[in-house]
């Protein structure tokens, strides 16, 4: 039996709104496009291998971004915890390659958990929670170094995972991608992931239907800190050093953007991992732009918020 064509749902048309909603993957292709064929000695291999080195970490701490903004909270910590899982490496590179990796990634996690602790259990506004941590982190990272930057040592795992590429592409865009992976399916299939997604449509009616609010708070903040631990060993051994003053500069407002352009709105609800991914190499292959074609740091500064601006005027009512 047949459904009356007066009865059929009506074919839907491709609108605006779909086009505003792709609009991150559509402004990569156009930029990649537009380098190609301008832009001097981009279609060197290199240079796309040095991209991805760069977007690795990006990614991870975009990710985790993207978790808090689905709650309708925020963590701007993650570029400092960046840099003191740095300083950890730096601190007990002595014990170890492994420990040292190990005790980085562990400073990002504990990290993460005392600022999901006061998120979740003091009911602290991420947005001074999270702000208080950037401070103290980029503190503590600087002091634990001395503000000086260590060299680290040129061979071991540590310059393994800042070097190593399979088919060209590098080990650590691999393993980000991979987590990506994961990451979508832990918001998309597990309970923790539904929860953060109830949590961040309602707080209140996810308190009502005896959600664990709080504990998914904490999950989500030490989540984020788990991801912004390995960020930073990822970043040092990109650079061969733990460096507290450089490393994870400026990292949380790259996050923030990446997440919002790929589609996780600022009102919660929604997260979307292939945006967010996208929006990163985005955001990484505009700052490559800027420099390969010679633009002064100050305007590309500017040229980089007028485009922040635009792709999320483009992308209002739909993130």
């Known amino acids: 039996m047949t ?42 291999p290199t240079v796309v291998r040095s991209l991805l080195f760069e977007a690795a970490p990006l990614i991870l701490i975009a990710l985790g971004q993207s978790l808090a903004i689905g709650t309708r909270g925020i963590d701007l910590s993650v570029g400092s915890v960046m840099a003191l899982s740095s300083a950890v490496i730096g601190l007990t590179i002595g014990l170890g390659q492994g420990v040292a990796i190990a005790a ?3 400073a990002g996690l504990l990290c993460g958990i005392f ?4 998120v979740a259990l003091l009911r602290i506004a991420p947005l001074i929670s999270s702000l208080a941590l ?27 995972i800042g070097q190593v590429a399979v088919l060209g592409i590098p080990g650590v865009a691999i393993v980000s991608l991979a987590i990506a992976g994961l990451f979508a399916f832990v918001v998309r299939s597990t309970m923790p992931g539904r929860y953060a ?6 707080r209140t009616a996810s308190l009502l239907a005896g959600h664990p609010v709080r504990a998914t708070l904490a999950f989500v903040y030490g989540l984020s800190g788990l991801l912004a631990g390995l960020a930073g060993v990822f970043a040092t051994a990109r650079l061969g050093a733990a460096d507290a003053n450089y490393i994870g500069v400026q990292f949380e407002l790259d996050a923030i953007a990446a997440a919002v352009i790929g589609g996780t709105p600022l009102s919660g609800g929604r997260i979307s991992t292939l ?32 485009f922040i601006v ?4 483009l992308r209002r009512g739909t993130a």
């Open 134 to 160: 950037l401070v103290a982190a980029r503190g503590l990272a600087q002091a634990l170094l001395g503000g000086a930057r260590l060299d680290l040592p040129f061979d071991g795992p540590l310059a393994s």
């Open 275 to 306: 945006g967010t991914v996208f929006g990163v190499l985005l955001l990484v292959v505009l700052d490559a732009s800027f420099i390969m074609n010679n633009v002064n740091a100050n305007y590309a500064q500017i040229l980089k918020a007028a």
């Open 104 to 106: 980085g990634i562990a």
């Open 197 to 202: 997604l109830f949590v961040g449509s309602s």
């Open 310 to 313: 635009a792709a999320l005027y």
């Open 115 to 118: 600022n999901g602790s006061l």
């Open 3 to 44: 459904v009356p064509a007066a009865l059929a749902e009506p074919r839907r048309s491709f609108a605006f709104g779909d086009l505003r909603a792709l609009s991150v993957y559509i402004a990569f292709v156009a930029l990649v496009g537009f380098d190609l064929l301008v832009t001097p000695g981009f279609r060197n």
